[in-house]
């Protein structure tokens, strides 16, 4: 019987001791979620490279097994102001501390230790995968006229494959999001500049890795590392409205601020107060001039590069 690529579902739940399934359910922990791959048997081999009297392949053996899933969510709000988003579990497990502040905000800023780890199940039409012990990174895309999105990648310790009933799936804590456009994100600012932007993107870009040595309980996967970078495409602009010229050229830091939503409880915002630009480039967008440009998100006080707020 054909397995059906759109019957998925995904849950997701933080661990309380590394590696150990917390038991993530339909009701509590789904995930409403797009743009699924998973690579669920991930393998790091040598090769036997043994010399015979003839040619041909030798068998590899496998030195570590782990599993691999990205997958998109959309970015909204909690659905109240202070309440926890749907989606804070898998930020906790892309090295960020969640602090929530009842009826008014629920903040994430990074961290650079006691990194969470949580469970994720995928079960594709009856297959369930199991990734225990995950952690990843995450990537930011507001785009004009596109759904505002977060992009996720997850690695996570193998675990045997087995059949299992799709769960009954709970996805009314999944906010509906608004459409990146001039009404709905009323604010995108960088180095106090208000310019006419079509799309801005911010990769955590955490270095993830699995590790699994001798006399280890079990492999683990860890956070080692992270460089925040970005990318901005805005309308060129004189240089009396704006000298992006010279603060590229002097490596002038200003601050980034995106603002997405106009309802308390469905609002998501991000900050950065360092941001530096890089490599700027002329683009034609319906004839007029746009200009792109490399962001670096870079530490002020430290574990402060970026924050990400629902409102």
Excluded at 2 to 15: P, V
Excluded at 281 to 292: E, H, R, V
Aim: net charge neutral; proline share 5%; hydrophobic share 40%.
């Amino acid at each position: 019987m054909a397995l059906l690529k759109r019957k998925g579902a995904l849950l997701a739940k933080i661990e309380s001791v590394y590696g150990t399934d917390p038991v993530p359910t339909g009701a509590a922990n789904a995930v409403l979620f797009s743009e699924f791959d998973i690579n669920p048997m991930e393998m790091k081999t040598v090769d036997r490279d043994n010399i015979r009297p003839f040619l041909g392949n030798n068998e590899q053996l496998p030195t570590g097994l782990f599993s691999k899933a990205d997958f998109t969510v959309e970015a909204a709000g909690g659905g109240a102001a202070g309440t926890v988003p749907a989606w804070g579990p898998l930020l906790r497990m892309c090295g960020f501390a969640e602090t929530n502040t009842p009826g008014v905000k629920t903040e994430y800023a990074p961290v650079s230790g006691g990194f969470e780890s949580g469970t994720i199940y995928f079960n594709l039409d009856g297959v369930l995968h199991k990734l225990t012990g995950s952690r990843g990174t995450v990537s930011l895309d507001f785009t004009r006229d596109g759904r505002p999105a977060m992009k996720f990648s997850m690695t996570g310790l193998f675990n045997t494959v087995a059949d299992a009933a799709a769960p009954i799936v709970t996805l009314t804590g999944w906010i509906k999001p608004l459409a990146v456009n001039r009404s709905n994100t009323p604010t995108l600012t960088l180095h106090g500049y208000a310019g006419r932007v079509h799309s801005l993107s911010a990769d955590i870009a955490n270095s993830v890795v699995f590790r699994e040595l001798v006399g280890a309980a079990m492999g683990e996967v860890l956070i080692t590392d992270r460089k925040p970078v970005g990318n901005i495409l805005m309308e060129a602009v004189t240089v009396a409205t704006k000298d992006w010229w010279t603060s590229i050229k002097n490596i002038t830091t200003g601050a980034l601020q995106l603002i997405h939503g106009t309802t308390a409880g469905n609002k998501f915002q991000i900050d950065a107060p360092n941001v530096q630009l890089l490599t700027p480039k002329y683009q034609d967008q319906d004839g007029i001039a746009m200009l792109s440009a490399a962001l670096v998100l870079s530490p002020s006080a430290g574990n402060d590069e970026i924050k990400i707020t629902a409102l």
